[in-house]
């Protein structure tokens, strides 16, 4: 009986230290942050959206202290078997400018003396990566504007729903040929302004050259009606 009791100690002991080594041995949560269109960061282990996208990449590790550590953060694209990017740093920051799905894991490695913790392969294999989902590329520009200060249509600008542009330049140009206004952002357009005076109602031209994250090249070339005197009531239209 005796024997037995000591043998069913040994086991809870055993058990014990057992539960008390593996909560003293190092472990990693990998946590990414986006940045937003809003321009706030927001945490997420699946995001999707029109390139750029800015990711910070944290590997939170713990019970790390007196082991050596060593970090590899591996970008992936969805189709692909190797990485198309490694990182070594504890957090890394990247910036995703070609559509399509990317798998980011993180590998880290623990060495203390004889001892060794890894979070490689296996780890990975009961663990879903970080994903981000590029959208491809879109892209129009209107026919017309019309700036009278009425909020409506007042600037000559990329059609919304535009995406996934990493390449913008847009140049507006009289019917002589005078360059009028140029920008880079498709956030921005033309005022309808000249050396700081209302250009002239008429027909104005518009070259855009721009390349999308999914490689899409464009390149469009299209007449732009400055409507001054155009405005919006309802359904109808009053010339003033």
Do not use: C
């Not at 996208?53 to 970090?71: E, H, K, L, M, Q």
């Not at 004889?114 to 009961?126: G, I, K, L, P």
């Not at 879109?138 to 909020?151: I, Q, R, T, V, Y």
């Amino acid at each position: 009986m005796r024997r037995i009791r000591a043998y069913i100690a040994a086991i809870m002991m055993a058990s014990a230290l057992s539960a008390w080594a593996q909560d003293e041995m190092p472990s990693i949560d990998p946590t990414a942050y986006f940045t937003n269109t809003e321009g706030e960061e927001e945490q997420s282990t699946s995001y999707s959206g029109s390139a750029p996208i800015v990711g910070r990449f944290v590997a939170n590790p713990s019970n790390d202290a007196g082991w050596n550590a060593t970090y590899e953060w591996r970008f992936t694209l969805e189709g692909e078997e190797s990485p198309y990017l490694n990182r070594y740093e504890q957090d890394t920051e990247y910036t995703f400018t070609k559509a399509g799905s990317h798998a980011i894991v993180l590998y880290a490695t623990f060495v203390q003396g004889t001892d060794t913790v890894s979070f490689t392969e296996e780890y990975w294999s009961d663990m879903q990566p970080i994903r981000v989902t590029v959208s491809e590329s879109k892209l129009e520009m209107p026919n017309a504007f019309s700036p009278n200060g009425d909020g409506i249509n007042d600037i000559y600008k990329a059609k919304s729903g535009w995406q996934s542009l990493v390449e913008f330049k847009a140049t507006i140009f009289s019917r002589w040929g005078q360059k009028m206004f140029e920008w880079t952002d498709p956030n921005d357009g033309w005022d309808g302004t000249f050396n700081g005076h209302d250009a002239k109602q008429g027909v104005y031209y518009v070259n855009v050259e721009a390349r999308g994250a999914d490689g899409r090249k464009y390149h469009i070339k299209r007449a732009v009606n400055l409507l001054r005197g155009y405005t919006e009531n309802g359904n109808e239209t009053v010339d003033q």
